[in-house]
């Protein structure tokens, strides 16, 4: 899915125009592997692309204060961990299309011949309808695409494969490879790390902050609801 010909695997089709966000209009980029100057290109032929993320949310309980939590502390969050599922190419597999010289382009086989760990960058791509009627937002950028349309980001950083599957079926014929990755961080691709509001670090406004918006967020962190712990 890597060339610019009009042959019948490089078409794209038309999505429909709805409020509701479709599988159709997400595209996810990486860096393929080349000898020529590497650029982020459109990942073909995915059939899924899954990401997720977790963390505890530890209770504290206080001895002679009955059987209630006191406060929710959340732990420390788990790395992010992505799922891409496609179908095989002769000459691309998913190795290649991460950035790493395996199938045609080289010698790597096998995750211990990773040595580089690899971005990927998603886009939700908004309808023609969406961008048209409702969107006044600061973070939409136009899409690597040709179209031009505004697009949410989210960039997955510096991602090690963590598994990897090639699947033959006897009952079938087209051969299916199933990835799964781990990455070190996640952005929305532009903004940098800081000290203010706007930026990703321990003064990011994220909302919910009753202190900048009285009546956002939980009533028991206002001034007016009392303390998490009921001080």
Not at 43 to 54: A, H, I, N, P
């Amino acid at each position: 899915m890597r060339g610019s010909s009009d042959t019948y695997i490089y078409r794209t089709g038309a999505s429909p125009n709805t409020r509701v966000a479709i599988s159709q209009k997400n595209r996810v980029y990486s860096t393929p592997y080349t000898t020529q100057q590497p650029v982020l290109k459109q990942v073909g032929v995915l059939s899924t692309f899954d990401w997720s993320e977790s963390r505890a949310v530890d209770p504290v309980r206080g001895v002679g204060f009955g059987d209630h939590i006191q406060e929710l502390v959340p732990g420390v969050t788990d790395a992010m961990a992505l799922t891409l599922n496609r179908t095989l190419l002769y000459t691309a597999g998913i190795a290649q299309e991460l950035g790493y010289s395996g199938g045609v382009d080289g010698l790597v086989r096998s995750l211990r011949h990773h040595r580089w760990p690899f971005d990927i960058q998603n886009e939700l791509v908004f309808s023609e309808l969406v961008s048209a009627e409702d969107v006044a937002s600061q973070v939409l950028v136009q899409t690597q695409g040709v179209d031009g349309q505004l697009c949410l980001i989210t960039f997955f950083e510096a991602c090690w494969l963590n598994s990897i599957s090639v699947s033959f079926p006897g009952d079938s014929a087209i051969v299916a490879e199933d990835a799964a990755a781990t990455c070190t961080d996640v952005t929305d691709g532009t903004s940098v790390y800081g000290n203010d509001p706007n930026t990703y670090g321990d003064f990011l406004e994220s909302g919910n902050n009753p202190i900048l918006q009285p009546g956002a967020g939980s009533r028991l962190y206002s001034s007016a609801g009392g303390g998490a712990l009921g001080a």
